[in-house]
């Protein structure tokens, strides 16, 4: 065994050991080149999971509403800046992943390239996108490389409050009228699907590399159903139906569903979802109208 892959196997024990790495420490090329396509789309998706929520600012029922949908946006923008600092830190240009955002090369997370259609959208995405984006983020509490796992400490703490927002806009609505409740039950019917593709394939712990190394503790398979134990029974407590005839709790405790479209989940994610290229040229024109105040900030 050469010097280089002794040392690289000391840092696979290591971490599978459950040590943390800093910025400053050696990283394996692997190890590093994975870490940044990660974090690089967790990264993309807090700046584009903006978007289907920004335009119902404006729109919003109440002051109230207009005020939480304002704040709610505002943290993740602010979760975008620290992941993407991250990132910076491991050696990836922001630039460079802002390229490679708008040409495709990177992507963000499926749910984010889907139409806001109503206020009852609104909540749902807060209520359960959010719901299951924590399960994925709280099992990065414990991801090898340390700066990645103490910014999810600030971004697990306030996407909880977002939950609770979501929860409460539901609730309104299912304690409204006919026409309210019905929209509500229309949103859980359009965002099951994306929902139930959100935590990806279910590949096995050890065929899925970001596993061996750490940087997700949690497999897509229990994500998932951590997500249906906690959400299906409150999703009926509240009076709606989940759009799949076949979901259910199994004798095992383990929840069957229906088999995701992953067909569908490889289409959006590559760029060909309903609102996919119109959420990358609205923040390609950002990007370019605000460009003066980067080079300034450089220059400075």
Not at 47 to 69: C, D, F, N, S, Y
Request: glycine content about 6%.
């Amino acid at each position: 065994m050469s010097a280089n892959a002794a040392r690289e196997q000391e840092f696979l024990e290591y971490v599978q050991s459950g040590g943390q790495v800093e910025s400053t420490d050696w990283l394996p090329a692997d190890y590093r080149q994975k870490l940044i396509k990660f974090i690089e789309m967790h990264a993309n998706s807090e700046l584009m999971g903006v978007l289907p929520e920004r335009e119902w600012i404006l729109k919003a029922p109440t002051l109230q509403r207009k005020l939480a949908l304002t704040a709610k946006v505002q943290d993740e923008v602010g979760h975008a800046q620290l992941i993407y600092r991250v990132a910076e830190d491991l050696g990836k240009p922001r630039d460079e992943m802002f390229a490679d955002l708008l040409s495709g090369k990177a992507k963000f997370h499926n749910v984010f390239h889907y139409p806001t259609k109503t206020w009852g959208d609104v909540g749902v995405i807060a209520w359960l996108v959010d719901a299951a984006a924590i399960i994925s983020q709280k099992a990065l509490l414990k991801c090898s490389y340390a700066p990645y796992a103490r910014i999810m400490k600030k971004i697990c703490w306030e996407e909880s409050f977002h939950i609770l927002h979501g929860r409460d806009v539901v609730l309104a609505m299912m304690t409204g009228t006919p026409e309210q409740q019905e929209l509500v039950q229309e949103a859980v019917n359009r965002w099951w699907g994306p929902l139930m593709q959100f935590h990806g394939n279910p590949i096995a712990r050890e065929e899925d590399p970001m596993y061996l190394w750490r940087i997700k503790s949690q497999g897509n398979e229990e994500a998932r159903q951590q997500f249906l134990e906690g959400y299906v029974p409150q999703i009926w407590e509240l009076g709606l139906t989940v759009p799949d005839s076949n979901l259910g709790r199994g004798d095992d405790g383990v929840w069957v569903y229906s088999e995701p479209d992953w067909a569908e989940l490889k289409s959006v994610v590559t760029g060909h979802g309903p609102r996919s290229q119109e959420r990358l040229d609205f923040r390609r024109r950002f990007l370019e109208q605000e460009k003066w105040v980067r080079d300034s900030l450089v220059a400075a």
